[in-house]
């Protein structure tokens, strides 16, 4: 297989905060490619290098063959982005937005208006065609944006995030699309996420913290390699400063439980027999994903996101609002 | 997408620049408070201001007659207010650019193949044809100012409030370009908009009659300074000489300073906008 992405090297700081730190791999064309880390951990930074709106500070960036830092518009012609934040107009109807980025990448007007018709059946917005796009819910907004930037027939898709803020029902819509895209044209799609639970149907999945590549593998591999069977304990009151004593390396969760990485059933029973009577609940995860990222990075990946002290320490090491 | 070559470049551009024009438009065709703003403006200044005060301005007013001039005050003010619509409207629609800005659709045009240049020719063809419609609006009341216009007054006349809006609407770009929200947008705008209306001799005449020596009797040297400085007077005089034939300065000059200001401004706006 040919190499979609290749990407060597790549690093970014902001101010004193490194952002990517040498950052390099190659995406398969046609693959699924997931880049999976907390809140901050580097994912839009990178994506947006990618998406040749921000230039690195060194490393070198090849989209489809081309270098992507020299020519950064014909790389664009190759690439469809939905960012984080919403980028339609919403005073303009769902067409036009679509029409405008047809226009705006030079597609000829006749399989500009055929496009537009196929890609909104896809996304299952036909009838919302002609409707302002201040009227659609989030979830709709995010179909007509992936509609939309594959109005120029791009081959490679770079999604940001694209299920967060969504109910579920449009999360898992946004993912069927995806997986029907790909079955039906010659499309590489980057898609970033927090959510675990999501990459187990990508290709690969490159976990990414504090600007560094962890780990890059299928998510079976991941599994095989770094995943741990995790019990969860939820231990009466007396006992969970002993348990915490006992396994330093145990993560407490703000609800009172407990995650002990287990070395197999060996550890499951030893603990138990210390500890089986003065415990309220105890379950036994096997591995999975989720505890790949908490063996990687020592944290579960929804911890960042949760305590505003860990965001607001970064937000400071930033240097504040003051940096903007 | 393996076509390339002229027909693509050609087709990336003129499209392109269309579809940018075309959104500037319809958001202001769909923006009610603009268009609103827009004829109540005019109205104000040509119906109230220009009627209330046009006795006021006649040479025999009181009995004494001062000077005599072949126009009312009327007359006199109409080119300035249809300066002063294209201004507001001009300057106004760069905050569209700010828009972009807060809510990210700046980015899906920058990940698109066409150079900042284009982009930003069609933004602010945009606004200026919407300051140009703007500008129109007050042609109109044409009628109630008692002028009466040849076909080629009004050509001659479009085509330097068509400069104008595109000069001023590039420099609502390099405002909006230093100004991060709305907010201080408006308040800034007044700030700019409102000065350089007032001291661009718009409401009170420069007599011709008079010379230099008996102006600066009349007027305070400061206030002869900055109207000679503002590039509005000579937008305004250009007007005037379209509209009313007459020119406080020479014919050149208007037309001059009209295409210098476009050419200014848009190259300050583009600098600051392929930093963006």
Known sequence: ?324 | MSESGLAYTFRLHAGGLYAIWFREVKRAVRDRGQLIGGVSRPLLWVLIMGIGLNPYFRGEVYGEVRFVVPYTYLQFIFPAVIALNIMYTSIQSAVSVIWDRQFGFLREVLVSPLPRATILLGKILGGATVALFHGCLVLVLARFADLSLSIGDIARGLLLMALLAFGLTSLGVVIAGRIRSFEGFGVFSNAVILPLYFTSSSVFPLDPSLTNAQTSVIYPEWLMIVVRFNPMTYAVDALRGAFIHFQQFDAWMGPAVLVGMAVVFFAMALRGFSKA
Request: aromatic share 6%; charged share 25%; glycine share 8%.
């Open chain 1, 1 to 324: 297989m040919t190499a979609a992405i290749q990407i060597g090297g790549v690093s970014k700081r902001y101010g004193r905060t490194i952002a990517l730190d040498a950052v390099s791999f190659d995406v398969a064309a046609q693959e699924v490619f997931a880049l999976l880390g907390p809140n901050g951990a580097g994912k839009t930074t990178l994506l947006h290098i990618l998406s040749t709106i921000l230039r690195p500070d060194s490393g070198t960036v090849t989209i489809g063959g081309v270098d992507a830092l020299t020519h950064p518009t014909r790389s664009r012609r190759d690439i469809g982005v939905v960012f984080q934040e919403p980028s339609l107009d919403d005073r303009l109807t769902v067409f036009e937005n679509l029409n405008f980025h047809g226009l705006v990448h030079g597609v000829p007007g006749a399989l500009r208006r055929r496009r537009i018709a196929e890609l909104l059946d896809l996304v299952e917005l036909t009838d919302w065609r002609d409707k302002l796009v201040r009227t659609l819910s989030s979830g709709m907004k995010r179909r007509v944006e992936i509609a939309r930037a594959l109005t120029h027939d791009s081959r490679i898709l770079f999604l940001d995030e694209p299920t967060v803020g969504l109910d579920a029902q449009s999360r898992d819509r946004i993912w069927r699309y995806i997986a029907r895209l790909r079955a039906t044209r010659d499309l590489t799609v980057v898609v970033t996420t927090h959510y675990i639970e999501e990459v187990e149907a990508c290709d690969r999945v490159c976990i990414i913290d504090h600007g560094k590549i962890l780990a890059l593998d299928s998510p079976a591999t991941l599994k095989a390699t770094y995943g741990q069977q995790l019990l969860r304990v939820v231990p009466h009151a007396d006992a969970a400063a002993e348990i915490a004593m006992d396994y330093p390396d145990a993560t407490i969760r703000p609800d009172g439980e407990m995650v002990l990485q287990s070395s197999g059933d060996v550890f499951a029973e030893s603990f138990l027999a210390r500890y089986g009577s003065r415990i309220r609940r105890l379950s036994v995860e096997e591995p999975s994903l989720e505890s790949v990222f908490l063996s990687l990075t020592g944290r579960e990946i929804r911890d960042q996101a949760a305590t505003g002290r860990e965001r607001t320490l970064a937000f400071g090491r930033q240097g504040g609002e003051h940096t903007r």
